[in-house]
């Protein structure tokens, strides 16, 4: 069984430019979380959709950050424009709410942006 | 303000010994705790997680205890093998049972020293 896909893997941009990171929730789950790593703060929830409903956006650092889920089984996370201070590494989880484990989020492997 | 916190950026210990990672937390709405395990380039992965009704989970070579007074709970891991060094974190909920984001703590590096 498929875990949760992300790509690109590895994002490497200049400074200004639109990145666009995508993610492929684990089938049958119907929360979807984006996360990002920094040395500085740690792992931080950005936004989490349940439903394909974006739920809490509190954590979106500000409107240069957006994300989308158009069905169950896609999702991404834009940031236009970029700035380096965005370099980080961005993870997406999902999880079953309702199967009696929820809050138990899968990760996906995460895409590590670079903005130059 | 860090709500979940774990003291110890890293930690040593022996192969074959006991491993016992901490964690404290200050927001008393948090009901539901996990441990989360993450090796380098990879995501975080679920290890293992307790209820705020329960003081006491069990897996295998993993326990979770949590002191809900002392907003404290802990990862013990025996016997440690090669394979648990990674980073571990601790992440808390306030969902009630549904889902919701979770609240982690920084990450303490185990490594285990053969």
């Known amino acids: 069984d498929a875990g949760v896909i992300q790509s690109p893997r590895h994002e490497v941009t200049e400074m200004g430019q639109e990145v666009t990171l995508r993610c492929k929730p684990i089938?049958?789950?119907?929360?979807l979380f984006w996360y990002r790593q920094t040395m500085m703060r740690g792992l931080e929830l950005l936004i989490y959709?349940?439903?394909?409903?974006?739920?809490?956006d509190s954590g979106m650092p500000e409107d240069r950050f957006s994300a989308k889920m158009p069905n169950a089984s896609f999702s991404t996370l834009k940031i236009q424009p970029s700035e380096p201070r965005d370099s980080a590494v961005y993870f997406c989880?999902?999880?079953?709410?309702?199967?009696?484990?929820?809050?138990?989020?899968?990760f996906g492997p995460g895409t590590r942006l670079t903005v130059l | 303000d860090q709500q979940v916190k774990q003291n110890s950026p890293s930690l040593s210990v022996q192969e074959g010994r006991i491993s016992i990672l901490n964690c404290d937390y200050t927001?008393?709405?948090?009901?539901?705790f996990l441990w989360y395990k993450k090796y380098p380039a990879e995501g975080p992965t679920f290890l293992i997680s307790?209820?705020?009704?329960?003081d006491k989970n069990e897996d295998g070579r993993f326990t979770v205890f949590l002191n809900k007074s002392a907003k404290h709970l802990s990862l013990h891991i025996v016997p440690s093998q090669p394979g648990d060094s990674a980073v571990y974190f601790c992440?808390?909920?306030?969902?009630?049972?549904?889902?919701?984001?979770?609240?982690f703590g920084k990450g303490t590096h185990l490594i285990i020293q053969p």
């Open positions: 989880a999902s999880s079953f709410e309702g199967g009696g484990k929820s809050d138990t989020q899968y």
């Open positions: 089938s049958g789950h119907n929360s």
């Open positions: 959709f349940n439903n394909n409903v974006p739920i809490d």
């Open positions: 927001n008393s709405m948090f009901d539901y």
């Open positions: 307790i209820s705020s009704i329960k």
């Open positions: 992440a808390a909920s306030d969902s009630g049972g549904g889902a919701d984001g979770l609240t």
